[in-house]
């Protein structure tokens, strides 16, 4: 069993940057890909990002919403996974929830994704 927390969210000013953190319990961490995704009011989940367990493959969201704004990185020494999120907008507004241990399929389909955190929370101001 793996147990997710994340941290970092809250308020912040469109054009701010947040980094969300998603530190995981157990000693298998390392071998997890791990995935963000997020879900605004009224809207389903999505897809933001994943990185391989390897830490050499990350994919993002294919839209320009997230590309190039959003990076996902992992520290495994430390069981941690992070968003980095730079020039926030109104629409990234959402509860950020990060998710591990893929089990194949589609990499966006949270149904994929076994693990979960609780969510944090991520608001922009206009």
């Known amino acids: 069993q793996v147990q997710l927390v994340e941290s970092g969210g809250g308020l912040v000013q469109a054009g701010g940057s947040l980094r969300l953190s998603c530190t995981a319990s157990?000693?298998?961490?390392?071998?997890?890909?791990m995935g963000w995704f997020r879900q605004a009011p009224g809207k389903e989940r999505e897809f933001v990002g994943g990185?391989?367990?390897?830490?050499?493959?990350?994919?993002?969201l294919d839209s320009d919403s997230v590309k190039g704004r959003f990076t996902i990185s992992r520290e495994n020494a430390k069981n941690t996974v992070y968003l980095q999120m730079n020039s926030l907008k109104p629409e990234d507004t959402a509860v950020y929830y990060c998710a591990a241990d893929w089990r194949g399929g589609r990499w966006w389909n949270g149904d994929n994704w076994r693990y979960w955190g609780q969510g944090t929370q991520v608001t922009v101001s206009s």
């Open positions: 990185i391989r367990w390897s830490g050499d493959n990350t994919d993002y």
């Open positions: 157990g000693r298998t961490f390392s071998s997890y890909d």
